[in-house]
Structures are given as C-alpha cells and as structure tokens.
C-alpha cells in the first residue's frame, strides 16, 4: 500500500539556521499539507499547498516559513531562520481529493 | 471559537473489553467528522470518517463511530480490542468550507492489558 515517507525521521539544529524537511507524497495524490505538533499539545495545521501554491496556511505559517514541490515527486517545509520554538513534530499529508489525508510518520525537529 | 475536545487523555482497557473514546466538537456548522490513530513511530493512520448520511459509520480494525447532532458528539468505539489497539487516538474536525484544515483534538492515549 502506498504511504507518504519523510525525511530525515530526527533532526537536530542549532537556533538561527535553516532546515529543510522532506516528504515524498503519495504519487497519484493532488493536494498536500504540512501539520506540527509540539511535544505536550495539539497537532496544528500550518498550510495546505495544491497546484503548485498554497491554498491556506494558518496565522503560525509566518515569513519563516515556506513550502516548495521542487521535482513533482517531493514537498518540502523550508524553516528559514530557526527558534527554540519551532521544535516540533513535523507531518507531512497527502490527499488525492481533498477529503481524507493520508499522514506519514514526521520529523521530530529539535532546535537548541 | 471552533474547538474539538478529547476529554480522556489516558484509558486503560483489559484486552476483549469493549472500548469507547469521546470527542466533542463545538462549530458553527456539523463540519466533517475523523478518527486517526497513532501508534509509535507511526504516522496517523485514518480509522474512519463521517461526512454525512448514515450516522453509524464503519472504519477499519473493527473499530465504529457514532455522529450525535444533538450532542455535538462523534464517539469512537470498538466491542473488543486486542494489544494491538494500544495507541494514541486523535479526532479530528474540518469545516465545510475548507476541508483541508483539519483541527484536531488533544489525543487519548489508550494502554491495553492482558
């Protein structure tokens, strides 16, 4: 059965630098979202990204943020410029029509 | 405000109990209605989902959902559960307008003993 697969399953990074992180979606699917859960609370939208744009992002996706689907096959979450806050679990989604997302298993970020 | 509750954070159920998780959802509208569930090192794997119609809905690994207008309710059960059902389970919500935006609630973490 197909899944939606993220890389790298940890990543650790120093304050102010920029990470990338990686999901590579189902490949039929159409429509694709980051989500973040920090460690004790509620998994959060950040942004939904359909047609090579995004759709909707939430008041967290700030200028920090940005997402790309550089080659058709991988969807990535840029964080510029890295904060203590950010560390998070990061999930990635995938829809082939907007109805039901299909989750892969996140990246656990930590910034120190 | 929109809001999605999990009221039980943990549950603990003997294996072959029956297994009943809440969720409460406060929006304008009945928006649309799932059930995810996280095993470790897992990503959320969709259970079931309730759009409209038929108020009992079927998911997988034997699991069912009830949608109570009434109640605001949308509540996840399974008549018996196996170890294998240990895991956190999250509902969640998306508006009419804007499926892709799922709110989700805090999680229920459920431990099965023998």
């Known amino acids: 059965e197909p899944e939606v697969t993220q890389t790298p399953s940890h990543q650790v990074t120093q304050m102010g630098q920029e990470v990338i992180l990686r999901c590579v979606p189902i490949s039929n699917h159409l429509y694709f979202y980051w989500y973040r859960q920090i460690l004790g609370q509620k998994v959060e939208f950040l942004v939904s990204?359909?047609?090579?744009?995004?759709?909707?992002k939430s008041e967290i996706f700030d200028d920090q943020f940005s997402v790309e689907r550089p080659d058709g096959s991988n969807f990535t979450l840029k964080i510029r410029s890295t904060k203590l806050e950010d560390s998070a679990m990061y999930f990635c989604?995938?829809?082939?029509?907007?109805?039901?997302?299909?989750f892969g298993p996140g990246t656990r970020l930590l910034v120190l | 405000a929109q809001s999605v509750t999990q009221p039980d954070i943990h549950i603990t159920v003997s294996e072959g109990a029956s297994l009943e998780l809440r969720c409460n959802y406060s929006y304008g509208a009945t928006p649309y209605l799932f059930w995810y569930v996280q095993s470790p090192g897992q990503g959320l794997q969709l259970l079931l989902k309730y759009f409209s119609g038929d108020t009992l809905v079927q998911g997988i690994k034997g699991f069912e959902a009830e949608f109570k207008r009434s109640q605001s309710s949308f509540n996840l059960r399974k008549p018996s559960v196996h170890w294998s059902d240990a895991a956190e389970y999250f509902c969640a919500v998306a508006p009419t307008d804007s499926w892709g935006k799922l709110q989700f609630g805090a999680g229920t973490q459920v431990v099965v003993t023998p």
């Open positions: 990204f359909y047609n090579n744009e995004i759709s909707e």
């Open positions: 989604a995938s829809s082939p029509d907007e109805e039901t997302q299909y």
